[in-house]
Structures are given as C-alpha cells and as structure tokens.
DNA sequence: GAACAATAGTTTCAATTGAAACTAATTTCA
DNA sequence: TGAAATTAGTTTCAATTGAAACTATTGTTC
C-alpha cells in the first residue's frame, strides 16, 4: 500500500496521461511534419474539412476542441499553403466558409489511411475490450 | 462502421488522449497555480524531490519525463522563490543536489493530498476495474 | 432607426517552449 | 600525461502559444 504522505509520480494519473499523450502526439505529429509537413492544429482543422466540407472556422474550433485562434492560425497557414479554399458567407459577411482546396483533399487521401494505421498499431497494443474501456474511460476524464 | 475514407477526429484515439490530458492537466494545473502559485514542470520537480530527496538535477529530469532543458528551468524558478536548495556534488563538482527546502517541504505537505484528492476524483469516475485497465492501457500507450 | 451588445475572426504583445550552442568539469585512452 | 570525447547544467535565439485587445459585421432594444 502505498505512503499516503508521498505521491509516486509514475503512477498518478494526471502524470501517466500526460506521458502516453506525449508520446503517442509526439510519434504521430512526427509523420505529419515529415511526411506532409503539417502541424497536428493544421492537421485538425484538415480532418474536421474533409469531414464536414464548408463549415466555418468558429464550427471547426468546435468540432476540433482548439479556440477560435488556434483555428485562425492554422487555417491561415493552410491557406498559405494551397491546402485550403475560403469564401465569403453571403447572408452574414463575418463569416468565412472553408474547404480543402485540390491540394488539401489530395493531402488528405493520403493522410486519412496513414493516420488509420497509426492509430490500429495503438489499438494492436490492447485486447479489445481493454481499448472499449480506455475509450470510455477517456471520455469520462475528458468531462468538465 | 465507420467510412475507411473519412477519420471521425472524437473517435481517434490520438486525439482523444490529447483532449482527456489537456483536461485533466488543465483542471489540476490551475489548482497549482492559485492554490501554491506553481507550473507543473515546478510541481513535477518537487513531486520527485519529495519521494527521492537529494538528487541532482539529471536524475529529477529522467524521473519525470522532462528533458534536463526544462528541468533546469523549473529549478531556477524554485530555488528564486526559496523551495529548493542546492548544494555542490563534492565529488563531482559539475553536479548539484538538489532538495526541497523547508518552504518547499511545507507545500508538498499540503500539495500531496490536494493532489490525491483530485486523483480520487478522476478515479470516482470510474469502476475499479475501468481504473486498473486504463492505467496498464497508458503504460503500453507510452512505449516507443 | 440609432445606440448598444454580441459574434466572427484577426492581430498584438508577452510568456513559454524547443533546438542548438555554450561553459565547466570529468572521463577515456593513446 | 594530455588531447579528445563525454557529461551536467545553463543560456541564447527563434518559434509557438495564450490572453487581451482589436476590426468588422450582425443582432437587439428602446
């Protein structure tokens, strides 16, 4: 049993999460900077738009779990980049409706099958039912 | 089933780590800031220092998966506000150990259950069961 | 419909972080 | 021994990030 005066950092929770979640960021932000030189905001903004096209940047802060800056930032990159299309919004002309440009949805098809195999080499490292669990699990730490 | 051509971002696993660390950390992270006025790369040192005392800063960085950069940051933060002390490694004078000082041995004091208390309260969310398998499943996620 | 509040998105400025270079001390080995 | 390599820890400089302020447009209310 464990000295309740002391805490084991290896095995507390927020610590433990924070390690996995550097190291399988780090791996696979890795590939998406050598392989398609993306950021992992670039390529979340990438993967809300080639899920729902033409969404704006505020539907894509919400759809992606990053703020409204950390959105404007990566899309103007993207855009930089040729990876994005934006247009004005006729009936309300704050908003801009984005989209993967030829460039971005080319990206995308390849990006889409290497990001899969990625994740089935985590999922590969747990029996079923565990990665059930640590799905679950992970939602309900992600509460506020 | 999902589309193969498509990636879902809140059923990707990669991201979903990401969102339940930045919660969880974020949650604590406040704490130890407004309750102990500390960053976590600060609360990490202390952390190691609490459980192995007098070590040099090398050792606290492979103990908490923080590189010898940040480490040596975190330090020089404590020992300005008076946490921690160091002293000379006499037979290698390129070494300094490092220990909480009594100012810092009164925070830990007082940190250590705040801090397993918000554990608790990350595990209440869970069964036992749903614990146990969480944590091997971040152990294995964290393998290179 | 004019004033005020709210929303979409961008920019600015400071703080944090990362990578590389640096200093100082120790170890290796010809 | 003494030159070269290694190790501990710090510093520097650029890039990234966060918080707040900002612009432009739309919505609300009197």
Chains 1, 2 share one sequence.
Not at 68 to 87: C, E, P, T, W, Y
Request: aromatic letters at 6%; glycine letters at 4%; hydrophobic letters at 40%.
């Amino acid at each position: 049993m464990p000295d309740p005066d002391v805490i084991d950092l290896p095995n507390f929770l927020p610590y433990r999460l924070a390690v996995a979640t550097d190291a399988v960021s780090g791996r696979l932000a890795r590939r998406y900077r050598e392989e398609f030189d993306l950021s992992i905001p670039e390529w979340r903004v990438m993967a809300v738009l080639g899920r729902y096209p033409d969404i704006s940047a505020n539907e894509v802060a919400a759809r992606s779990a990053m703020d409204k800056v950390q959105v404007s930032r990566a899309v103007a990159l993207l855009i930089r980049n040729g990876h994005l299309d934006r247009r004005a919004d006729d009936t309300d002309r704050r908003r801009t409706m984005l989209s993967l440009s030829d460039s971005g949805q080319e990206i995308y098809r390849r990006i889409v099958p290497m990001a899969r195999a990625y994740e089935q080499d985590l999922f590969a490292r747990l029996s079923g039912p565990e990665a059930e669990v640590l799905m679950r699990a992970l939602a309900q730490l992600s509460q506020p």
